[in-house]
């Protein structure tokens, strides 16, 4: 049976962004219908949250379920370079001593399953196995969806304004022309997952680890999950990665990386690789607009942006909430036009042009050890994006010294002339 009758909010898509959204709706009193096509647990990329996700978490009540998870407890993030030396790692917890500062590495496929679980018991009515082959609009608002349930059985379900948090595949993206790919992070990723690899001790155990290959041609990201298993990929250009090779097979692709980063080599040598490889091409960009009249787009139906900071999560959350809070505000007074659907857009955009401004200057080899040794008082603001506390104006305070920074880098002369 699908949907028992017509619900204030219908939401395509049953993970994170997905979960929250419809859960917080449900909260505010609202009847919320969700439709996912698969049937959880399901695979997904995207294990490393970062501490900023807490309050969005506690505002779920997920918080007890976290705690009480086999989930790898997270302190800190580590940054290794191209020689495979470590710097001094970033403890979360000296920028802000609160349990905050505690987060986790998660198997999605269980993570998720969570949420939607606790979606549920907060009175979402969730439906697995159904898809959306349709999104219903009289004129240019959405008014609801057509599902299909895997009995074959296909039905339409309106409601006031439709959500769709369906992922990198969203239909509204495509269908209304919203998407705009990130000219500058055309990047690219190959991945798997190995038992019995490399793991620090003790605080270090659930650190994420950024890893630059030689010639800082790339990057591996490296996650400590729990029953001993970690995830390995190797981030770099699209370009570089996939398409000036003398072979497209993954594997072959994925050593020869592994090959020129020693921060990686030694942690896998040992290991018994545990799953396919995988890949993902050409990833990050962004919608539009993040609303219309009677639909909304959250996490990564919105955008989606580099992996770099473990910020995936994070951006599913916080457009959930926020997006959330918008619909709520407008189903109370009758407004579900696209102004008050689209109120959440600008700070949430901010939030998200600041993490990537720090993606941007990570790409362009900026110093932020030569930065932070300089302004060693703004140490602080750098934490805030490794901890996706960027939905805040104080951080603009860096962007004129980093641009600063740079110019004094460009007016140096080169080596040659100096001597």
Same mark, same amino acid.
């Given at each position: 049976m699908?949907?028992?009758?017509?619900?204030?909010?219908?939401?395509?898509?049953?993970?994170?962004?997905g979960a929250t959204t419809a859960t917080i709706l449900a909260q505010a009193g609202h009847k919320v219908t969700l439709f996912e096509r698969e049937r959880f647990p399901r695979f997904h990329i995207g294990e490393s949250l970062i501490p900023q996700t807490y309050d969005v978490l506690q505002r779920l009540k997920m918080l007890p379920k976290m705690k009480g998870s086999h989930f790898v407890k997270k302190y800190s993030a580590q940054f290794i370079d191209q020689r495979g030396r470590l710097s001094e790692p970033f403890y979360f917890v000296d920028h802000k001593p609160h349990e905050s500062s505690q987060t986790w590495q998660v198997l999605r496929s269980?993570?998720?399953?969570?949420?939607?679980?606790?979606?549920?018991?907060?009175?979402?009515?969730?439906?697995?196995?159904?898809?959306?082959?349709?999104?219903?609009?009289?004129?240019?608002?959405?008014i609801g969806v057509r599902v299909k349930g895997d009995d074959g059985r296909v039905r339409d379900v309106r409601a006031s304004v439709v959500v769709d948090a369906?992922?990198?595949?969203?239909?509204?993206?495509?269908?209304?022309?919203?998407?705009?790919?990130?000219?500058?992070?055309?990047?690219?990723?190959?991945?798997?997952?190995?038992?019995?690899?490399?793991?620090d001790q003790g605080q270090d155990e659930g650190a994420t680890a950024v890893i630059q290959t030689?010639?800082?041609?790339?990057?591996?990201?490296?996650?400590?999950?729990?029953? #001993?298993?970690? =995830?390995? /990929?190797?981030? %770099? *250009?699209?370009?570089?990665?996939? +398409?000036? @090779?003398?072979t497209k097979d993954l594997e072959t692709i994925y050593f020869e990386e592994v090959a020129k980063c020693p921060g990686v080599a030694p942690r896998i040598?040992?290991?018994?690789?545990?799953?396919?490889?995988?890949?993902?091409?050409?990833?990050?960009?962004?919608?539009?607009?993040?609303?219309?009249?009677?639909?909304?787009?959250?996490?990564?139906?919105?955008?989606?942006?580099?992996?770099?900071?473990?910020?995936?999560?994070?951006?599913?959350?916080?457009?959930?909430?926020?997006?959330? #809070?918008?619909? =709520?505000? /407008?189903?109370? %007074? *009758?407004?579900?036009?696209?102004? +008050?659907? @689209?109120?959440?857009?600008?700070?949430?955009v901010a939030g998200m042009n600041r993490m990537r401004r720090l993606v941007f200057e990570f790409y362009e080899g900026f110093s932020f050890g030569r930065f932070i040794r300089k302004h060693p008082h703004l140490k602080g603001y750098i934490?805030?994006?490794?901890?996706?506390?960027?939905?805040?104006?104080?951080?603009?305070?860096?962007?004129?010294?980093?641009?600063?920074?740079?110019?004094?880098?460009a007016a140096m002369p080169m080596p040659m002339e100096r001597q």
């Open positions: 699908i949907a028992s009758s017509s619900p204030d909010v219908i939401v395509i898509g049953g993970g994170p962004a269980e993570f998720d399953q969570l949420m939607l679980d606790n979606a549920r018991e907060q009175g979402v009515e969730a439906h697995e196995g159904v898809r959306v082959i349709d999104i219903l609009f009289d004129g240019d608002r959405a369906s992922g990198q595949s969203s239909q509204l993206l495509d269908r209304l022309n919203l998407r705009s790919w990130d000219s500058f992070l055309r990047k690219a990723a190959i991945w798997t997952y190995w038992k019995g690899a490399f793991r030689q010639g800082k041609t790339g990057w591996f990201w490296y996650i400590p999950l729990h029953n #001993d298993i970690v =995830s390995v /990929g190797v981030v %770099a *250009g699209n370009d570089y990665l996939l +398409q000036n @090779r003398a040598e040992s290991a018994e690789r545990c799953d396919i490889f995988r890949v993902q091409k050409e990833f990050s960009y962004r919608a539009s607009k993040a609303a219309g009249n009677g639909w909304v787009l959250v996490g990564d139906a919105f955008g989606f942006l580099d992996p770099l900071y473990s910020s995936g999560v994070l951006l599913a959350l916080t457009s959930g909430a926020m997006a959330a #809070d918008a619909i =709520s505000q /407008g189903l109370a %007074a *009758g407004d579900t036009s696209e102004a +008050q659907l @689209r109120k959440w857009e600008a700070p949430y934490t805030d994006v490794l901890i996706g506390d960027v939905f805040k104006e104080d951080i603009d305070i860096l962007w004129p010294l980093i641009d600063e920074m740079r110019a004094e880098d």
